[in-house]
Antibody
Framework: QVQLQESGPGLVKPSGTLSLTCAVSGGSISSSNWWSWIRQPPGKGLEWIGE???????NYNPSLKSRVTISVDKSKNEFSLKLSSVTAADTAVYYC???????????????WGQGTLVTVSS | QSVLTQPPSVSAAPGQKVTISCSGSTSNIGNNYVSWYQQLPGTAPKLLIYENNKRPSGIPDRFSGSKSGTSATLGITGLQTGDEADYYC???????????FGTGTKVTVL
């Protein structure tokens, strides 16, 4: 079955760029699925960051759109997240997840990666 | 930012039933399917319910989902200590053009 694993620096300086990668195993990133990033600040709820298709098409949360870039590397079967101009408010556990969809009005996240904590601090 | 409202917490004794509401609007729940996620302490969320009321393989039938109008409900029967977790609803919001999650509900088994 498909498994996802996040990786990247656990500490990023304020005003810097957060960079994470999600490795997909047990399946192809070129399947008919979108792939997503979701984050969760400590002790708080979930926030959808954005999604990407293997063609490179993306959709971003409007609240983060100006700072987010999601890309895909089909040769490595992975996709990545870059979040620029970070502040302490971007400190969170970042999850990657596969999106399963059966229609334009119907999608869900399954499975999820284990998550990685990124702290923004000098 | 959450546009889906859930009660902060619910609790019940082992073996009892709890329900968790998820209230939204016509721009989200009213016109899209809802999914539910279980987040056990210190772990990643896991899919519990999709397409309003369907359970993935491996999810016991103690968990159920329903939707009516602009609200959705998760039900857990035969409550077990292992069900202590945070539960989130989620769906697409057409106005925000974003996937949105509920505020989250902590389930406590007394």
């Amino acid at each position: 079955q498909v498994q996802l694993q996040e990786s990247g620096p656990g500490l990023v300086k304020p005003s810097g760029t957060l960079s994470l990668t999600c490795a997909v195993s047990g399946g192809s990133i070129s399947s008919s699925n979108w792939w997503s990033w979701i984050r969760q600040p400590p002790g708080k709820g979930l926030e959808w960051i954005g999604e990407i298709y293997h063609s490179g098409s993306t959709n971003y949360n409007p609240s983060l759109k100006s700072r987010v870039t999601i890309s895909v590397d089909k040769s490595k079967n992975e996709f990545s997240l870059k979040l620029s101009s970070v502040t302490a408010a971007d400190t969170a556990v970042y999850y990657c997840a596969r999106i399963v969809s059966s229609g334009w009005d119907n999608s869900w996240f399954d499975p999820w990666g284990q998550g990685t904590l990124v702290t923004v601090s000098s | 930012q959450s546009v889906l409202t859930q009660p902060p917490s619910v609790s019940a004794a082992p073996g009892q039933k709890v329900t968790i509401s998820c209230s939204g609007s016509t721009s989200n729940i009213g016109n899209n399917y809802v999914s539910w996620y279980q987040q056990l302490p210190g772990t990643a969320p896991k899919l519990l319910i999709y397409e309003n009321n369907k359970r993935p393989s491996g999810i016991p039938d103690r968990f159920s989902g329903s939707k009516s109008g602009t609200s959705a409900t998760l039900g857990i029967t035969g409550l077990q200590t292992g069900d202590e977790a945070d539960y989130y609803c989620g769906t697409w919001d057409n106005s925000m053009s974003a996937y949105v999650f509920g505020t989250g509900t902590k389930v406590t088994v007394l």
